[in-house]
């Protein structure tokens, strides 16, 4: 995809809704338009979230979405077709636990003093302080007072006491997941301990008894169950916005009760569920007449023994991110969910393992899964990721794809919004070794855009122009020296942006040292696309003028979307709800007229002040003896291209673009000490109307927020 693709908002899953990072509808469905035909089978190898699957059926495609992780596929199948389990939670509530039920054996777990009335009342969550090792504050359900929070009592905190930080509740927890001698037996710990000990107490509770129950309820509470695992941690804070990233608990976390939060979860079952058509196997999603999702559980080696040869023209996926804390706790909550006797359990434990929690070994293991599943491509497939614009995922996985062979086709970046790279199999041109092999390109990407640029969008640029020769496959590909190919590779990028054609002229911000302007600096090239498009067609919805504009800023020159964002409200209303129109003063004719007006008024004015005022083909010059005092450049456009091709003069335009303008000198780091001033229409027609103008006066009329336009000022004039 040669052009970038805005993110639309990601699908929601029911479970564990912010721990998958996936690819948005919207790129899914621009890869599988331009590179597949209705009945086509696409291959999501690493499926993470809904994004590809919902494009691919709405596009009349099949799809097979595989993971590794049997979590995201858990989470990916109860929101696609979610199972009823109120019966199972029953049977569940109901299983004997010494003299009592279950439930109420759990629930007793919870019960606490009101802090109000002081009735005996049911906990629903404590909220810890990490340091002091205890909860201190607590939200109640009572039945007289209803929902309120109070503090921990003496009580409280003498039931804690009952519990051994890593009794028997910890060991029979952590024999359902690995032995006790294996080499990763303390990282299941390390997972464990991310459960407060009442927590351990319960789940090993519910476990046990979940365990007894038929495949049928078993398999209903699964989804429930893994929610209850997630959000019963201690690594999730009072006030969350995202999912959590290690296993250290935050300073203040929550303590849910396990039984209440279960009960909810299984509560939460939809009343009305869409049915997406799925089948059971590879085979049955080739010979479905219709479209299809076909889930599996299956790492890239196990995947290709069912894809046919040569049949997929298209993979699009997020790829996998190193992140040691949820694959830990996915192992230990699929040996909790599945047993540890099961198949798909025995690809994650060696997820526990934290070597591979690195880049380092997280580019290796793409790179095979993509080199593994190649045989199952066309040959005129494509395979595109999308992910977000960071450094190190970018190298990695540009790397990644280069070690299985797969030349860059485009790569499309927006520093807030992510990276889209479309790659495809074939004959890479060889590159001239990987010697100072970045400079000339990192020139080049900033003479095309002919403006100052952030280090993360030419870094990107660089590796994509080195991901379309051999240069990237063969550090890929070298042996593993002294220094690891990520190293060879980061150290490359590094040195391409040390050469002395370029420099940092802010923090992260990167220009040539010979200013020579060759073109329009990329944001005034944006700003004519804008106000052309604005003007062909009366109507735009705004997601179609977005993809209108990156239609004409192809690979590294896609524009920054606050640039987009900025031009757009300075050029459009809004009609109705996402639908934006031209500005009725910024119709070609109008803004013509008005150019016409303003010249004539310079014109005018000049001979009042004292100049020979004459015309040239884009501005106004003032005179005296022949020598030029100010040029008035006029446009109705915030363009800063005058400013930069001289070093002085005044810039003419609307007061409507002054907002444009501004913004514009803001992020225009070689205008910082700029001797070019702002007159807009409006001012200088205030300056025309007074009578007895001296060039004193006149001077007020400069800037964007001028003297002459301030109510103080009008009066003195007057
Ligand atoms: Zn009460």
């Known amino acids: 995809?040669?052009?970038?693709?805005?993110?639309?908002?990601?699908?929601?899953?029911?479970?564990?809704?912010?721990?998958?990072?996936?690819?948005?509808?919207?790129?899914?469905?621009?890869?599988?338009?331009?590179?597949?035909?209705?009945?086509?089978?696409?291959?999501?190898?690493?499926?993470?979230?809904?994004?590809?699957?919902?494009?691919?059926?709405?596009?009349?495609?099949?799809?097979?979405?595989?993971?590794?992780?049997?979590?995201?596929?858990?989470?990916?199948?109860?929101?696609?077709?979610?199972?009823?389990?109120?019966?199972?939670?029953?049977?569940?509530?109901?299983?004997?636990?010494?003299?009592?039920?279950?439930?109420?054996?759990?629930?007793?777990?919870?019960?606490?003093?009101?802090?109000?009335?002081?009735?005996?009342?049911?906990?629903?969550?404590?909220?810890?302080?990490?340091?002091?090792?205890?909860?201190?504050?607590?939200?109640?359900?009572?039945t007289v007072c209803g929902e309120n929070i109070g503090q921990i009592d003496a009580d409280d905190l003498s039931k804690l006491k009952r519990y051994d930080p890593r009794g028997l509740a910890f060991w029979v927890l952590h024999g359902r997941v690995i032995d006790r001698n294996h080499e990763d037996a303390d990282r299941v710990s390390e997972v464990l301990e991310a459960y407060t000990p009442r927590t351990q107490a319960a789940l090993g509770d519910i476990l046990s008894k979940f365990e007894a129950l038929s495949a049928e309820d078993r398999s209903a509470l699964r989804p429930a169950l893994l929610a209850t695992f997630d959000s019963c941690t201690t690594l999730h804070t009072p006030d969350e916005s995202r999912y959590p990233s290690g296993l250290k608990p935050p300073a203040r976390f929550i303590e849910k009760n396990v039984w209440l939060e279960l009960e909810q979860q299984v509560s939460l079952f939809p009343s009305v569920s869409q049915s997406l058509p799925r089948v059971a196997t590879i085979a049955e999603l080739f010979s479905s007449p219709t479209p299809a999702v076909c889930l599996l559980v299956a790492p890239a080696r196990e995947l290709i023994k069912q894809l046919p040869v040569a049949a997929l023209p298209l993979m699009v996926t997020?790829?996998?991110?190193?992140?040691?804390?949820?694959?830990?706790?996915?192992?230990?909550?699929?040996?909790?969910?599945?047993?540890?006797?099961?198949?798909?359990?025995?690809?994650?434990?060696?997820?526990?393992?934290?070597?591979?929690?690195?880049?380092?070994?997280?580019?290796?293991?793409?790179?095979?899964?993509?080199?593994?599943?190649?045989?199952?491509?066309?040959?005129?497939?494509?395979?595109?990721?999308?992910?977000?614009?960071?450094?190190?995922?970018?190298?990695?996985?540009?790397?990644?794809?280069?070690?299985?062979?797969?030349?860059?086709?485009?790569?499309?970046?927006?520093?807030?919004?992510?990276?889209?790279?479309?790659?495809?199999?074939?004959?890479?041109?060889?590159?001239?070794?990987?010697?100072?092999?970045?400079?000339?390109?990192?020139?080049?990407?900033?003479?095309?855009?002919?403006?100052?640029?952030?280090?993360?969008?030419?870094?990107?640029?660089?590796?994509?122009?080195?991901?379309q020769t051999s240069a990237l496959a063969d550090i890929a590909h070298q042996p593993d020296g002294e220094s690891p190919p990520l190293a060879v590779l980061r150290a490359a990028v590094k040195s391409a942006l040390e050469d002395r054609s370029i420099f940092e002229i802010e923090p992260q911000v990167w220009w040539l040292t010979d200013q020579a302007l060759a073109q329009s600096p990329l944001a005034d090239r944006v700003e004519y696309v804008i106000v052309e498009l604005l003007r062909a067609q009366a109507d735009w919805h705004t997601v179609d003028l977005l993809r209108a504009v990156y239609r004409h800023f192809p690979d590294h020159l896609t524009p920054d979307r606050a640039v987009l964002a900025t031009t757009i409200h300075s050029y459009a209303e809004e009609s109705s709800f996402d639908q934006v129109h031209l500005r009725a003063e910024d119709h070609a004719a109008v803004r013509a007229a008005e150019m016409q007006e303003v010249r004539q008024l310079l014109v005018e004015i000049g001979p009042r002040l004292g100049f020979e005022a004459i015309v040239t083909e884009q501005a106004v010059e003032w005179l005296k003896s022949k020598h030029s005092e100010y040029v008035f450049v006029i446009q109705a456009t915030a363009a800063i291209e005058a400013l930069l091709r001289a070093e002085t003069g005044v810039l003419v335009i609307p007061g409507g673009r002054a907002t444009l303008l501004q913004y514009k000198l803001a992020r225009a780091a070689r205008l910082r000490d700029t001797h070019w001033k702002v007159l807009k229409f409006s001012s200088l027609r205030q300056a025309a109307q007074q009578s007895d103008l001296t060039l004193q006066t006149f001077q007020l009329a400069f800037g964007l927020e001028p003297p002459i336009e301030q109510p103080a000022t009008q009066i003195q004039l007057l």
């Not at 993360?456 to 080195?466: E, P, R, V």
Request: proline fraction near 8%; hydrophobic fraction near 45%; charge should be positive.
């Open 318 to 467: 997020h790829p996998p991110l190193p992140r040691p804390g949820f694959w830990s706790l996915s192992a230990v909550w699929a040996a909790w969910l599945w047993g540890k006797q099961n198949s798909q359990v025995d690809h994650l434990l060696p997820l526990l393992s934290r070597k591979r929690a690195s880049w380092d070994w997280q580019w290796r293991a793409i790179g095979s899964a993509l080199t593994v599943l190649q045989p199952a491509l066309r040959p005129d497939a494509r395979t595109v990721m999308s992910f977000p614009a960071d450094e190190a995922i970018i190298e990695s996985v540009l790397l990644a794809a280069a070690s299985a062979h797969e030349v860059v086709d485009h790569l499309t970046c927006d520093p807030h919004d992510g990276v889209r790279v479309t790659w495809r199999l074939g004959v890479i041109p060889s590159s001239a070794g990987t010697k100072n092999l970045g400079q000339p390109i990192v020139q080049h990407l900033l003479l095309e855009r002919a403006e100052p640029t952030q280090a993360i969008l030419l870094k990107a640029g660089l590796l994509a122009a080195l991901g």
């Open 1 to 142: 995809m040669q052009h970038f693709i805005p993110s639309d908002a990601l699908p929601r899953l029911r479970l564990l809704r912010q721990a998958f990072p996936g690819v948005p509808s919207a790129v899914a469905r621009a890869a599988i338009e331009q590179h597949t035909q209705p009945g086509d089978v696409i291959l999501d190898p690493f499926v993470s979230g809904l994004g590809v699957i919902q494009a691919a059926l709405e596009l009349d495609r099949k799809i097979v979405a595989a993971s590794f992780n049997p979590i995201n596929l858990l989470a990916i199948r109860a929101t696609l077709w979610p199972v009823d389990a109120r019966s199972a939670l029953t049977h569940l509530a109901d299983a004997p636990k010494g003299s009592q039920r279950l439930r109420d054996h759990l629930r007793e777990l919870y019960t606490t003093r009101c802090p109000t009335c002081g009735r005996a009342s049911l906990a629903q969550h404590f909220v810890w302080d990490r340091d002091r090792g205890e909860p201190g504050e607590k939200h109640v359900s009572c």
